[in-house]
T-cell receptor, first 115, second 112 residues
Framework: EAGVAQSPRYKIIEKRQSVAFWCNPI?????LYWYQQILGQGPKLLIQ????????DSQLPKDRFSAERLKGVDSTLKIQPAKLEDSAVYLC?????????????FGPGTRLTVL | QKEVEQDPGPLSVPEGAIVSLNCTYS??????FMWYRQYSRKGPELLMY????GNKEDGRFTAQVDKSSKYISLFIRDSQPSDSATYLC????????????FGTGTSLTVIP
């Protein structure tokens, strides 16, 4: 079974530029999550989707971050414009169904450096 | 106060040692308690989860939850060099969707 795919793996941009990350979850997984993991910290949940609908985006800085999951499969997370403090690893995860416990399968992440 | 507190370590032990990893939390509404392992440059992978207070064992790993003290632990017996990784505790609660909170992670090195 293929795992969660993410691209690009690494991205370096200057502040105020825009960047987009792509995630392809495990086939058949209805729930998709985006996390931000700053160096030395645990992952912080930004947004979660159930199929193509947003379940919760209360931790997403909506003035600069946006995410979509068209057709309920792939998802894109965008930052516009980027700030220095956005430097982090952005992790995508998926689970078969939604719930307080459902095993989340994580992708390798996209490491973003904002200069 | 953070929702979840975890000692970042680093922790270095000889092969075969018993390792104890711990987290405390402040939100008594947390329902599920999980431990993830994260190797360098990889995403976290689920090791164990528990729901109620008590112990849950899986091979060399034992997860322990004490809801009255808001304290969870992960014990690793007969530690191996392949256990060298960062261990993250995580907790979940259902509030307008399912919220997941991770600790900062404890870096573990098992020395052969």
């Amino acid at each position: 079974e293929a795992g969660v795919a993410q691209s690009p793996r690494y991205k370096i941009i200057e502040k105020r530029q825009s960047v987009a990350f792509w995630c392809n979850p495990i086939s058949g997984h209805a729930t998709l999550y985006w996390y931000q993991q700053i160096l030395g910290q645990g992952p912080k949940l930004l947004i979660q989707f159930q199929n193509n609908g947003v379940v919760d985006d209360s931790q997403l800085p909506k003035d600069r971050f946006s995410a979509e999951r068209l057709k309920g499969v792939d998802s894109t997370l965008k930052i516009q414009p980027a700030k220095l403090e956005d430097s982090a690893v952005y992790l995508c995860a998926s689970s078969l169904i939604q719930g307080p416990y459902n095993e989340q399968f994580f992708g390798p992440g996209t490491r973003l450096t904002v200069l | 106060q953070k929702e979840v507190e975890q000692d970042p370590g680093p922790l270095s032990v000889p092969e075969g040692a018993i390792v104890s990893l711990n987290c405390t939390y402040s939100n008594s509404a947390f329902q599920y308690f999980m431990w993830y392992r994260q190797y360098s440059r990889k995403g976290p992978e689920l090791l164990m989860y528990t729901y109620s207070s008590g112990n849950k064992e899986d091979g060399r790993f034992t997860a322990q939850v004490d809801k009255s003290s808001k304290y969870i632990s992960l014990f690793i017996r007969d530690s191996q060099p392949s256990d060298s990784a960062t261990y993250l505790c995580a907790m979940s609660v259902t509030v307008a969707g399912n919220q997941f909170y991770f600790g900062t992670g404890t870096s573990l090195t098992v020395i052969p």
